[in-house]
C-alpha cells in the first residue's frame, strides 16, 4: 500500500514478468512469410493471451522484426484477430489463414 499526503492508501498491483527473455522467445512459432505486391511481410501466429497484453504483443513484433529483416503483424490463434501495421491488418482480414504459407519457426534469442 501507498499513502500519499492526505489521500486514502492505495493498492498497487504488478502482473509479474517472464524471468528472462529467453523464457519467452525460445520456442517453436507459426509463421507465415508472404509477398503480397512486392511487399514481403510475416505473420505470426499467437495465443489469446498474448494477443490481450498490450506490451506482449509490442515484444514479440520487435523481436520477430529484428529476426526475420521484415514487416510483422500478429494473428491470434482461435478468433483470428490481427495486430500490426494497418495494411497489414487490413490484407490479413480478407484472407483466410488456411491460405497462408505457415511453417514452424524458431526465435533466436
Not at 505486391?37 to 494477443?51: D, K, N, P, R, Y
Request: hydrophobic share 45%; proline share 6%; aromatic share 10%.
Amino acid at each position: 500500500m501507498i499513502t500519499i499526503g492526505s489521500f486514502a492508501p492505495i493498492s498497487i498491483h504488478v502482473n509479474p514478468r517472464p524471468a528472462s527473455y529467453n523464457e519467452v522467445f525460445m520456442s517453436s512459432w507459426n509463421v507465415a512469410l508472404t509477398r503480397e505486391q512486392g511487399q514481403v511481410f510475416a505473420i505470426v501466429l499467437v495465443t489469446e493471451s498474448a494477443m490481450a497484453d498490450i506490451h506482449n504483443r509490442d515484444r514479440v513484433i520487435m523481436a520477430w522484426q529484428d529476426e526475420l529483416g521484415c514487416r510483422v503483424a500478429l494473428l491470434s490463434e482461435r478468433r483470428f484477430q490481427s495486430y500490426g501495421p494497418s495494411d497489414i491488418v487490413r490484407w490479413l482480414r480478407n484472407i483466410h489463414p488456411s491460405q497462408l504459407p505457415w511453417r514452424k519457426m524458431t526465435l533466436a534469442a
